[in-house]
């Protein structure tokens, strides 16, 4: 253990608390094994003062004027801009990706607040003249209330940032409760926000596990619950939330499948799938885990696919070479290694093997190096289950159809890509595959912030995906006004059928 450990507490009223509460977990550097922070964890009474706090912010930060609103958005970008290496250092030390990876996920976050800062044309209603004699209809787009955000641990700052900008921009006001491993980014960005002149309470960021979850979830207050994280989790988060009577957005875990046809750029295959499979050493809800590699395809790929994982660096973040990075806990590394063996067993050909890597200097770390199986089948709990670390699996099959089969018949439907030369083919991958987000030569088609984000099956449980347009309706809920102002016409008295339009 290091010699000082920071205390992460809530952070309510526009700043981090001190008070220790009755319960806390550890924080990890998974570069090192050692512990370096504790972070409170919430109790229903913590949970009430964040929800208190964020209700009576409500009150006024609806009525702030939307122009007000976005500038506010648009000085919260302007810091992370300028304390974006300072944040991604942060995200390193406790989640273990290397900086330029934290970077790009930052980048990804100021996305959404750019998108945020047009909030003013985004919250445009419709306006209807005389839709009857001396009658105007029109929409409005009002705020929900307090909101809460559910986020995982593998993007502390992105996830978060898919959902409060917009969230806030719509004029609720938001309680975050990020994942108990990495729970600094979190705080720092609530911080950053305070600074760009947010009043306190309108994002207030409480930490913990299932106790925190489930005392906003069945909160009378809370409006809406966005959740990201795996698929029990979200089912858990969706079936609760809707039986309190909130609306929810609930998305789960991922089986990303890459097809690779043999009319495709293999080298760009290979290379994309390097980078899609290894990258936050496999933890992204949109890494590509499963290969499907259609005809011979399959015999060149998986030479590129060797000699480039045995090239790869792994190490810390503290390492500026390193391309690949720990998984985030201990626990974290020993369930995919133990996915590895099983692998093994149910007949797979392991073609690397990531089990042995050793990280001179961080011998404790959480590492496991990248691991490539060929020939694994559909029926395998290595090819059906969310692995969610360093593990590619590479399925072989002979023909398009059968491609789009076997990703069709997966439980997951988050992202999915195909890599060929062919606009047929890619267009009819494009049509038929049951999946939310679909890469045509993209490894990782994560949408930009203007169209949303979002899967499909299990990968998602509720109706609206996370940001662009879909954000703005989710985060606010439309009220129609029909309007006459009558002027000096005597009124007709009463009539008691039903009113219609002037026809
Ligand atoms: P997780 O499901 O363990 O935790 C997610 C959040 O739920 C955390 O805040 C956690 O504290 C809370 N939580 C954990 N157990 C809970 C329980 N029993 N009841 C209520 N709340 C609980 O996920 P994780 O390990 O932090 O993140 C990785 C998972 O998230 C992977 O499955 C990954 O695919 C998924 N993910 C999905 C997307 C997507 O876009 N669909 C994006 C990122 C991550």
Known sequence: MQDTVRFIGHFIGGAAGEEKGARAGDVYDPATGEITGSVAFADGEAVDRAVDDASRAFESWRHVPVSKRASVMFAFRELLLSRKQDLARMISSEHGKVVADAVGEIDRGIEVVEFACGIGQLLKGDFSENVSRGVDTYSIRQPLGVVAGITPFNFPAMVPMWMFPIAIACGNTFVLKPS????????????LFIEAGLPPGVLNVV??????????????????VSSVGSTPVARH????????GK????????KNHMVVMPDCDLEAAANALVSAGYGSTGQRCMAVSAVVAVGEAGDALIDRLRSKIEKLRVGPASDPDAEMGPLVSGEARDKVASFVDLGLDEGADLA?????????????GF??????FDRVTPDMRIYQEE??????????????????????ANPYGNGTAIFTANGNSARLFQNEVSVGMVGVNVPIPVPVAFYPFGGWKSSLFGDSHVYGPEGVRFYTRTKVVTSRWPEGEPSAGPNLSFPGSDR
Do not use: M, W
């Open 180 to 191: 108990e491993r990495d729970p600094s980014a979190p705080n720092f960005l609530a911080e």
């Open 207 to 224: 930490h913990g596990d299932k106790v925190a979850v489930d005392a906003l979830l069945t909160h009378r207050d809370v409006a809406a």
């Open 237 to 244: 988060i969706y079936e609760t939330g809707a039986a309190n």
């Open 247 to 254: 609306r929810v957005q609930a998305l789960g875990g991922a």
């Open 352 to 364: 690397v093997d990531g089990r042995g890597v050793k990280v001179e200097g961080n011998e404790e």
């Open 367 to 372: 590492f496991l190096g990248p691991t490539l």
């Open 387 to 408: 692995i969610f670390g360093p593990v590619l699996s590479v399925v072989r099959c002979d023909s398009l159809d059968e491609a789009i089969a076997i990703v069709n």
